[in-house]
C-alpha cells in the first residue's frame, strides 16, 4: 500500500527557513506526480507545488513562486518541499500528495490518490 509521511514541520520566524520531508512507500514513484498542498481553517486546501518523480514539469503557486522549491531523492524515495524567506500567511497544516498517473499534472487536490497526514508549519512574526 502507498503511504505517504511528512515530517519537519515546526515554529520558525519570519525570514527564516524550514524544509519539509515526505517519505513515499509502497510503489515505484518513477511514474508518479507528488505535490505540496497547504490547509489553514478559513481556507480550503490549496495547492503549492508539484513536480513529477521522473524530473520534469515543476510547477509552483504565485505564492510560493521565488521563495519554496520542490525537489526529490530516488535513493530515500522522499520528496522535499525547501522553504525560504518564510511569512507569517505561511503558518498553515503542510500536506504531501501523490497521482500515480503522473503523465498529467493537476493544482487541484482531487486527481491526488495519495496523502499523507500533515505536518504544522507556524511562522512568527
Known amino acids: 500500500q502507498v503511504q505517504l509521511v511528512e515530517s519537519g514541520g515546526g515554529l520558525v520566524e519570519a525570514g527564516g527557513s524550514l524544509r519539509l520531508s515526505c517519505a513515499a512507500s509502497?510503489?515505484?514513484?518513477?511514474?508518479?506526480?507528488m505535490a505540496w498542498f497547504r490547509q489553514t481553517p478559513e481556507k480550503e486546501r490549496e495547492f503549492v507545488a508539484v513536480?513529477?518523480?521522473?524530473?520534469?514539469?515543476?510547477y509552483y503557486s504565485d505564492s510560493v513562486e521565488g521563495r519554496f522549491t520542490i525537489s526529490r531523492d530516488n535513493g530515500e524515495n522522499t520528496v522535499y518541499l525547501q522553504m525560504t524567506s518564510l511569512k507569517p500567511e505561511d503558518t498553515a497544516i503542510y500536506y504531501c500528495?501523490?497521482?500515480?498517473?503522473?503523465?498529467?499534472?493537476?493544482?487541484?487536490?482531487?486527481?491526488?490518490?495519495?496523502w499523507g497526514q500533515g505536518t504544522q508549519v507556524t511562522v512568527s512574526s
Open positions: 500528495a501523490a497521482n500515480k498517473r503522473g503523465a498529467a499534472i493537476f493544482t487541484g487536490p482531487k486527481p491526488y490518490q495519495y
Open positions: 509502497g510503489d515505484t514513484f518513477n511514474s508518479y506526480a
Open positions: 513536480m513529477r518523480w521522473s524530473g520534469s514539469g515543476t
